[in-house]
């Protein structure tokens, strides 16, 4: 007589190697991002003292304007992580909420930054008058760059995810931006200490 529970069919979890392909995939992308703004802040320390005459840090910086960008992206990073939490914990209230803050909190630095930059402007500095002026555009246009993506990135995931829900698609994709915002922290320390905060003192 044979047995029909005697042999159990396994099936892969494809769900979740899906999953695991795709964080590892991102992981290394942000490893090359990180290799672009090390190469920079590399380039930034060499070309740190060419002035030629041009505007210099001192002049240039208010420590206490980037310390508030700094809270505002930090809080981002924060609310991200807590978003990214509720993700796995399939609340889909709290998930909204958190991706929302970090939407606005993330919004408001960027608008921060391209203030700072038009100011500079406005007050004739820009990128052409010395190599070190030249570098820090570059790392601060890029890192805003980075920003603006991630807030878009932000309201692509955030609408669909109001109708579809939070299944294993939206885990993903929504895994990786809290990610990606995280990044984005981690390298604004960099640029905080190497770029603002040596400079002045």
Not at 47 to 54: C, D, H, P, T, V
Request: proline share 2%.
């Amino acid at each position: 007589m044979s047995n029909s529970g005697s042999h159990v069919e396994v099936y892969p979890d494809t769900h979740h190697d899906v999953y695991s392909k795709t964080v590892f995939g991102f992981w290394l992308y942000l490893i090359t991002d990180f290799v672009l703004f090390a190469t920079m802040f590399a380039a930034f320390a060499v070309l740190s003292k060419s002035f030629f005459g041009a505007a210099e840090p001192k002049q240039m910086f208010n420590l206490s304007y980037t310390a508030l960008q700094s809270f505002l992206l930090l809080g981002a990073s924060f609310t991200a992580g807590l978003g990214g939490a509720m993700v796995h914990r399939r609340k889909m209230v709290p998930t909204l909420v958190f991706f929302i803050l970090t939407f606005c909190l993330g919004s408001v630095f960027a608008v921060s930054q391209f203030k700072e930059l038009s100011n500079l402007v406005s007050e004739g500095i820009n990128w052409t008058q010395s190599a070190y002026l030249s570098m820090f555009f570059s790392i601060i246009m890029t890192f805003l760059i980075h920003v603006v993506i991630a807030l878009l990135w932000t309201v692509v995931l955030i609408v669909p995810t109001l109708f579809t829900g939070l299944d294993s698609v939206a885990m993903r994709r929504l895994t990786c931006l809290r990610m990606f915002w995280q990044f984005l922290n981690i390298v604004w320390v960099f640029i905080f200490t190497i770029v603002y905060l040596a400079g002045v003192i």
